[in-house]
């Protein structure tokens, strides 16, 4: 395992404690854990099962696996979305971080994400002894290729979205070499510009119809509000999907069987979706109008629950002016060096949070 970076947020304390000292209390725009209530049919489901005295399946039950292949056609045109390739995961950080260990990664192999991106892919290379690489030109990689691609659309921390086009040069390039490709869709659901719906690897338009070499990522922390939970799955190639099934049950990581019910509830309704998605709309606007009247420009942001802006400035510099008003931002660099002149925008507050943090950039 090669060194492991310093916990970014860490780095964030100061300003926060400086955000405190406002008389309106602080403002957290920074991470993006949810704030509203998990829906009610969900910690139903979850009751239910709470007389869990066996052992749950590592593979989860064929109601769950058939309820994401579902949802997974339904929502997001997945053709041929198959239950048999289908598995839970507690929470789809710990399948990022340990993805390159679980596909036998280890020294002299390259894991390639985003030149911004979320800081555990970065981590789960380093877990497996791999070598990381940030960039955004595959073609610039010479002619190792690597073992592992990521990729993350909609973006985390930018809100940029891939289209169907760019995907499905990432999915030829990497056959061509024999690369898994696993692809992060975790803000699928929250697409906000109709001229940029995100897809998903395993759509048609993208894979062509087959699944090889392929991976999707997603969570049910953003969509249902179901962040304590730790609900995730992945699914896609079924070959790589069984790999890792097996590993997974030597290595005991298992969802809980409460945990699979109230999976099962969540994916099988979208009513609590569009009601979320309503509210994080509203957010959004109010807090976007805001920012730019304060003198941000906001990039990308197309999709996902973050706006991503910048004053032109140090990114540092950025979130010091915003903690004197009592508002914590994330510091773009926490996402890479590309991100040092840009701070990200949770919008996961509450409205009466949302509306105070807007009144103070008045």
Same mark, same amino acid.
């Given at each position: 395992?090669?060194?492991?970076p310093?916990?970014?947020w860490?780095?964030?304390?100061?300003?926060?404690?400086?955000?405190?000292?406002?008389? %309106?209390?602080?403002? @957290?725009?920074?991470?993006?854990?949810?704030?509203?209530?998990?829906p009610?049919?969900?910690?139903?489901?979850?009751?239910?099962?709470?007389?869990?005295?066996?052992?749950?399946?590592?593979?989860?039950?064929?109601?769950?696996? *058939?309820?994401?292949?579902?949802?997974?056609?339904?929502r997001?045109?997945v053709?041929?979305?198959? #239950?048999?390739?289908?598995?839970?995961?507690? $929470?789809?950080?710990?399948?990022?971080?340990?993805?390159?260990?679980?596909?036998?990664? $280890?020294?002299?192999?390259?894991?390639?994400?985003?030149?911004?991106?979320?800081?555990?892919?970065?981590?789960?290379?380093?877990?497996? %002894?791999?070598?990381?690489?940030?960039?955004?030109?595959?073609?610039?990689?010479?002619?190792?290729?690597? =073992?592992?691609?990521?990729?993350?659309?909609?973006?985390?921390?930018?809100? =940029?979205?891939l289209?169907?086009?760019?995907?499905?040069?990432?999915?030829?390039?990497?056959?061509?070499?024999?690369?898994v490709?696993?692809?992060?869709?975790?803000?699928?659901?929250?697409?906000?510009?109709?001229?940029? *719906? #995100?897809?998903?690897?395993?759509?048609?338009?993208?894979?062509?119809?087959?699944h090889e070499?392929?991976?999707?990522?997603?969570?049910?922390?953003?969509?249902?509000?179901?962040?304590g939970?730790r609900?995730?799955?992945?699914?896609?190639?079924?070959?790589?999907v069984?790999?890792l099934?097996?590993?997974r049950?030597?290595?005991?990581?298992?969802?809980?069987?409460p945990?699979?019910?109230?999976?099962?509830?969540?994916? @099988? @309704? *979208?009513?609590?979706?569009?009601?979320?998605?309503?509210?994080?709309?509203?957010r959004?606007?109010?807090?976007?109008?805001?920012?730019?009247?304060?003198?941000?420009?906001?990039?990308?942001? *197309?999709?996902s629950l973050?706006?991503?802006?910048t004053?032109?400035?140090?990114?540092?510099?950025?979130?010091?002016?915003?903690?004197?008003?009592?508002?914590?931002?994330?510091?773009? @660099?926490?996402?890479?060096?590309?991100g040092?002149?840009?701070?990200?925008i949770?919008?996961?507050?509450?409205?009466e949070?949302?509306?105070?943090?807007?009144?103070?950039? $008045?």
């Amino acid at each position: 395992m090669r060194a492991l970076p310093d916990f970014p947020w860490d780095r964030l304390q100061p300003y926060r404690d400086r955000a405190a000292a406002h008389p %309106g209390g602080v403002v @957290d725009l920074s991470i993006g854990t949810p704030v509203d209530p998990t829906p009610e049919p969900i910690r139903a489901a979850l009751a239910a099962a709470a007389d869990a005295h066996g052992y749950p399946a590592t593979y989860g039950t064929p109601a769950l696996r *058939e309820s994401v292949a579902g949802w997974l056609a339904r929502r997001h045109g997945v053709a041929g979305a198959d #239950p048999g390739a289908v598995l839970p995961v507690i $929470g789809t950080k710990e399948l990022v971080a340990w993805l390159p260990t679980l596909l036998g990664l $280890g020294a002299g192999d390259k894991v390639v994400f985003p030149e911004l991106a979320y800081p555990t892919y970065d981590v789960g290379a380093r877990l497996a %002894g791999a070598e990381s690489v940030a960039t955004d030109g595959l073609l610039a990689l010479g002619p190792v290729a690597p =073992k592992l691609v990521w990729v993350n659309s909609p973006s985390n921390p930018t809100g =940029k979205v891939l289209p169907a086009e760019h995907l499905r040069k990432v999915v030829s390039w990497a056959r061509e070499r024999g690369a898994v490709v696993a692809s992060d869709e975790c803000y699928l659901d929250f697409g906000w510009d109709p001229a940029h *719906e #995100p897809v998903s690897v395993l759509h048609p338009d993208v894979c062509g119809g087959s699944h090889e070499g392929l991976l999707a990522v997603n969570s049910l922390s953003k969509r249902s509000n179901l962040a304590g939970y730790r609900a995730g799955i992945v699914t896609g190639d079924p070959v790589l999907v069984k790999r890792l099934l097996e590993i997974r049950k030597h290595a005991g990581m298992i969802v809980p069987a409460p945990v699979q019910a109230a999976m099962i509830a969540a994916f @099988d @309704d *979208e009513t609590h979706v569009d009601a979320q998605r309503a509210r994080y709309a509203a957010r959004r606007a109010t807090l976007r109008e805001a920012f730019e009247r304060h003198g941000f420009r906001i990039d990308h942001s *197309e999709a996902s629950l973050y706006l991503w802006a910048t004053r032109g400035e140090s990114c540092w510099d950025t979130v010091g002016h915003l903690a004197d008003l009592g508002i914590i931002v994330g510091p773009g @660099d926490f996402y890479g060096p590309a991100g040092a002149r840009h701070v990200r925008i949770a919008f996961t507050a509450t409205d009466e949070r949302v509306a105070e943090g807007a009144a103070r950039l $008045g």
